[in-house]
């Protein structure tokens, strides 16, 4: 079944106004509410950087039907795995049943400010990550748990407060190898939209089908979200405009790599304003939104979570609920 939810994005907004959309959100009609985990965000000016466990455990007891999760966490720099695994456990039990769990291997700008140490290369990130998972499954179903691995330890460690039902553990994944890893040992994938059709018909979708069958499992029964980065409004200027907030976001792969100032990526982003709408579905019209969505669909995705750029959420959220939501699901 397509579910279709908002993205909290913890860069643009302080927690209680984030708490207040995500009310929203679910009297909409949106059936997810994913949040972003930052400590530093995107941009310096307006920016924001709420917890994004404590905000979920509000989240849980504001709402009642939403999924609600991270779109993503770094369970392997910042945080210990077996902090994770405690975190999402007890929100797990606060909200039975529509918790999910996204992980990532990390941005340098989240990490570094904090470990004060060289951000490691995809691979050993990648590593860490796949320890990290393991370890949090271990500690969701399992007692006592002593764990040695390369990254991280523990040593008879025990949550007494176990999810009471299983938490979908969901992976994001830009290239092949984590997308492999995403069907091997998760329940499904996370991905962005934006970057090109083969990258995710040709790349990342059979090779979380891959992982999958090498486990054992049915690959139509993982989950696919994607974050679909949209800007709709019947003024296209201000959709336009919308858009520029998430300048960063249309800055090359090395302009972005190793900057962990919120001051100095704002800067690089300002020079890529022209190009931000790039990344972002913009259009005044309904069905344009439908028609540029549906390939995503075609191709397997069934959870798509929708990304509003503006500071105006209220605006974008009632608009994309009352005129797309409603095609889509038709």
Known sequence: MLALGWKASAEQFDPKRLLDYAVLAEELGYDSIAISDHFHPWRNTGGHAPF?????????AKTSRARLGTSVVTP???YHPAIVAQAMATI????????????????????????????????????????????????????????????????????????????????????????????REGDGIIVTSGKGAELYKDTLLPALDKGAREAGKEPAKLERMIEM???????????????????????????????????EMERR????????????????????????????LDWGFDHLVFHFPGQDQERAMRLYAKEVLPRLRG
């Open 52 to 60: 994004a466990f404590a905000w979920l455990g509000a989240a849980a």
């Open 76 to 78: 392997s720099f910042r």
């Open 92 to 183: 797990a039990l606060l909200a039975p049943g529509r918790v999910f769990l996204g992980v990532g291997s990390g941005e340098s700008m989240n990490e570094t400010p904090l470990t004060t140490t060289d951000w490691p290369e995809p691979g050993e990130r990648l590593r860490r990550l796949r320890e990290a998972v393991k370890l949090i499954k271990q500690l969701w179903s399992e007692e006592y748990v002593t764990f040695e691995g390369k990254y991280f330890h523990t040593k008879e460690a025990n949550l007494f407060d176990k999810p009471s039902h299983p938490i979908p553990l969901l992976i994001a994944a830009g290239g092949p190898q984590a997308a492999t890893f995403a069907g």
């Open 229 to 263: 980065k949209v800007s709709f409004d019947h003024d296209r200027a201000r959709a336009m405009e919308d858009t520029k907030e998430w300048a960063a976001l249309a800055l090359p792969a090395e302009d972005k790599a190793g900057v962990e100032d919120p001051r």
């Open 269 to 296: 982003a300002k020079a890529a304003e022209g190009k931000a709408h790039t990344r972002f579905i913009v259009s005044t019209d309904p069905d344009e939104h439908v028609a540029q969505i549906k390939p995503y």
